[in-house]
């Protein structure tokens, strides 16, 4: 009777050994798991601040563009040769003039029409 008593509790313990064992092994995933999860977290709010980042500069540059063709739309409107071009191509005449203004304007593909001609 004693040695069948010490093989239940002996059956038993390897039992409850097993699950420690796999509530070990659970616990370690899920230790993984959350470091992964943090990594995660950290590589999209530094995205994030990246993307933040590159619409701010967006933002400014297109302010500053925009002021920029206002000085110059502002500037040359009484000219009639000018108002002629704004009428009739403002997106052309403006992207001329801020290319011409930054040193981005290719001479070779000039394909503006000019009113006299």
């Known amino acids: 009777m004693f040695n069948q008593e010490c093989k239940i509790l002996s059956d038993k313990l390897d ?3 097993k699950r420690i064992d ?10 993984d798991l959350e470091k992964r ?3 995660e977290e950290k590589y999209v709010n530094d995205k994030l601040h ?6 701010k500069d ?9 002021r920029y ?11 009639q040769d000018v108002k002629w071009r704004l009428q ?18 290719n001479f070779k593909n000039y394909l503006y029409n000019d009113p006299n001609g």
Do not use: A, C, Q
């Open 15 to 17: 039992s409850i050994n």
């Open 50 to 55: 990246e993307i933040k980042e590159e619409i």
């Open 37 to 39: 999860v943090l990594d």
């Open 22 to 31: 796999i509530f070990e092994n659970l616990t370690k995933r899920v230790d």
């Open 88 to 105: 009739t191509n403002p997106d052309n005449y403006l992207r001329t003039n801020i290319e011409l203004s930054t040193g981005k304007y």
């Open 58 to 66: 967006i933002k400014t540059n297109m302010l500053n563009s925009i």
């Open 69 to 79: 063709v206002f000085e110059i739309v502002s500037s040359e409107i009484f000219n």
